[in-house]
Nanobody, 115 residues
Framework: QVQLVESGGGLVQPGGSLRLSCVASGRIFRPAAMGWYRQAPGKQRELVATITSGGSTGYADSVKGRFTISRDNAKNTVYLQMNSLKPEDTAVYYC?????????WGQGTLVTVSS
């Protein structure tokens, strides 16, 4: 059983920055692939960024060059640094862990980009 707890969301002005964190319980964080997804009102959930157990990263085209995903295996934590935020980045952001047949999700954290 794995639990994921996100934090760091909030209200930020366009052009601002936020850093999201996701802490995972349990012992399987280190070998797991981690990801951040988001869901805007009225839209489907979409992939934002991923990071493998070896540290390889991938990003949606819409966030490349603005967002950075990273992980700290000693703290069982994955981060999403978001810079140059735009109103269209407004969404609930979800943390995801995948390892074998395990596919776990956090409860989400709301990011609102507005002036």
């Amino acid at each position: 059983q794995v639990q994921l707890v996100e934090s760091g969301g909030g209200l930020v002005q366009p052009g601002g920055s936020l850093r999201l964190s996701c802490v995972a319980s349990g012992r399987i964080f280190r070998p797991a692939a981690m990801g951040w997804y988001r869901q805007a009102p009225g839209k489907q959930r979409e992939l934002v960024a991923t990071i493998t157990s070896g540290g390889s990263t991938g990003y949606a085209d819409s966030v490349k060059g603005r967002f950075t995903i990273s992980r700290d295996n000693a703290k069982n934590t994955v981060y999403l640094q978001m810079n140059s935020l735009k109103p269209e980045d407004t969404a609930v952001y979800y943390c995801n862990l995948r390892y074998g047949a395990l596919d776990a999700w956090g409860q989400g954290t709301l990011v609102t980009v507005s002036s």
